[in-house]
């Protein structure tokens, strides 16, 4: 609380009373009310008279008179992050079951309220500043909590990836770049100002009803639009509560306006939220050309995987090719970042590796070699075109650490997800063209949104010939005794014209009742040209 002293105020308040020796307590009577008569000119000329004594007497105020009063801070002066977000929130939330559910939820989780919080700790000031700025409400501060539990490298079932859960195709029309080196959807700054593009336009388009834009937000403005045109027709409320929606929906508003309504009265719930310092914990350092992060990190004194994690937009081991690039960074590293910056040259911002092309190489088996694209080598090397002849020697960027130390980017993020489920056997699956997970779910009996799970992807992706696939089974698949110490793989055959089980079977060194087993058919089953036949074979020991 911040003390205003309010001598010289009550001195002016006071210039039109009787002034005493004594310092008066004041009260309603003692002010003259606007409109009060004074009924004779000798009553004007005592008070002129008095005036005059007052000014001379208000030059020098009692000590004892000057009377401090606790004033409350400003929502910006809070000491701490989540106090200020409270003093601004003004969403009403009725006490209502769909409410009560979601709010009693999070009263019975209070851990997962922390974690939730120790993830919002790096962003949640400039969110909040940026939702000032705009003059939103500061309940929208909240609804990544909502959307993703403040997880960056978030990722759903339909596709929406980061704190706000951008799709593909709504990240790219407010301006959000996906490509193989960077994803905008992850990256918080450039996610926060589209999420609110899109809240504010949504906002506008359903004429000022938040409730109504913040469902858009989840399941389309189309869908929350078609049902607010249904409860008209049929001479309904159309207030967000009485409109049919999806169930994820009708629980989405409920989630955010309970999250309100628990941190705005918190004392009364004895709820207490982690927290977090009302001060910026990040910075911003724009780098000109690509960068190593394992060299970025190491030049702003800081560890790769903490880097990486505030600067989650980053696919790979470096920044894109071409710059500027924004790096966000706790505020001393960010000082320790540029003033090496500004001591080195942008060569030494990445390593350097002189590859010697052999006979078939091509510039995107080179690039896939070294976890780069060929549009890098033919910009590094000044290449036109795509033909390159074997002997020649190009200059290619590669990563300055192994691929594993940056733990956090595309590639190993994916091996983290494909890792061991408790008592599921792996077979490692290439993709061939025409492929979908639900055709290859179908083909190992297993579940479509599992399998999309294993490998970090959505149903609905679509796949790329040559990709490897996770698929866990549960049980391993059985291979004759002198495979079993192999490299087992599995893979899709396409039987030829001609094939019989005998011949396939011999070709992969497998047996014909493994062939049967696998696929569950009979001996005397008739093969199809273009049949798909899954087997299970020893890499290492093929006859092919």
């Not at 403040?150 to 407010?174: K, L, M, N, V």
Request: charged residues 20%.
């Amino acid at each position: 609380m911040k003390k205003v002293y309010l001598g010289a105020c009550l001195t002016l308040l006071l210039s039109g009373c009787q002034m005493t020796s004594s310092w008066p307590l004041i009260g309603d009577d003692e002010f003259v009310t606007p409109g009060t008569n004074q009924s004779s000119a000798q009553a004007s000329v005592e008070n002129d008279e008095a005036s005059e004594s007052q000014a001379v007497e208000a030059q020098s105020v009692p000590e004892d008179a000057i009377v401090a009063v606790e004033v409350p801070p400003t929502p910006q002066e809070q000491e701490f992050l989540w106090d200020r977000i409270r003093d601004q929130l003004h969403f009403v939330a009725p006490e209502i079951p769909r409410l009560q559910a979601q709010r009693n939820w999070y009263l019975r989780n209070p851990a997962y309220m922390d974690r939730v919080g120790k993830r919002a700790e790096p962003f949640l000031h400039f969110i909040v500043e940026e939702i000032e700025r705009r003059q939103l409400p500061l309940e929208l501060a909240l609804l990544p909590i909502v959307e993703s539990a403040f997880d960056p490298f978030a990722y759903s079932h339909g596709r929406a990836s980061g704190i706000w859960q951008f799709i593909p195709g709504t990240a790219i029309h407010y301006g959000l770049e996906i490509n193989w080196w960077y994803d905008g959807r992850r990256d918080v700054y450039a996610a926060t100002h589209a999420a609110l593009d899109y809240l504010e336009r949504l906002h506008k388009f359903f004429d000022g009803n938040w409730l109504h834009a913040l469902a858009a937000y989840n399941s389309g403005e189309g869908r929350v639009a078609n049902a607010i045109r249904k409860n008209k027709r049929q001479g309904k409320p159309t207030d967000f509560w009485s409109l049919d929606l999806p169930r994820e929906t009708r629980a989405y508003v409920p989630k955010l306006l309970a999250l309100a309504d628990i941190l705005k009265h918190s004392d009364n719930y004895e709820f207490s939220f982690y927290p977090i310092a009302n001060e910026p914990y990040l910075d911003i350092v724009t780098v000109d050309s690509q960068i190593d992060l394992a060299m970025a990190a190491e030049m702003a004194e800081l560890d790769l995987s903490e880097l990486h994690h505030y600067n989650s937009g980053y696919n790979r081991w470096a920044t894109a090719p071409a710059g500027p690039h924004r790096l966000m960074l706790p505020r001393a590293n960010a000082s320790a970042l540029r003033t090496q910056l500004a001591i080195t040259n942008a060569a030494d911002w990445l390593k350097w590796e002189r590859h010697h092309v052999s006979s078939g190489e091509s510039l995107l088996v080179i690039a896939n070699k070294y976890h780069t694209t060929p549009d890098v080598i033919q910009r590094v090397n000044n290449i036109s075109g795509s033909i390159i002849r074997a002997g020649d020697y190009l200059l290619i960027p590669v990563a300055a650490r192994d691929l594993e130390d940056y733990s956090l980017s595309a590639d190993a993020r994916l091996a983290a997800t494909q890792a061991n489920p408790k008592g599921k056997h792996r077979v490692d699956y290439q993709v061939n063209a025409g492929d979908t997970l639900w055709d290859i779910s179908r083909e190992y009996d297993v579940n479509l949104r599992q399998l999309a799970k294993w490998n970090g992807m959505a149903p609905t992706d679509m796949l790329r010939p040559g990709q490897k696939l996770a698929v866990w089974l549960s049980e391993a698949p059985q291979v004759t005794p002198n495979n079993r110490e192999g490299v087992i793989r599995g893979l899709s055959y396409r039987v030829r014209q001609g094939d019989s089980l005998a011949r396939i079977a011999g070709r992969f060194n497998v047996t014909i009742a493994e062939i049967e087993k696998w696929n569950k058919i009979s001996r005397g089953a008739y093969l199809q040209p273009g049949q798909q036949l899954k087997l299970f074979v020893d890499v290492t020991n093929l006859n092919i």
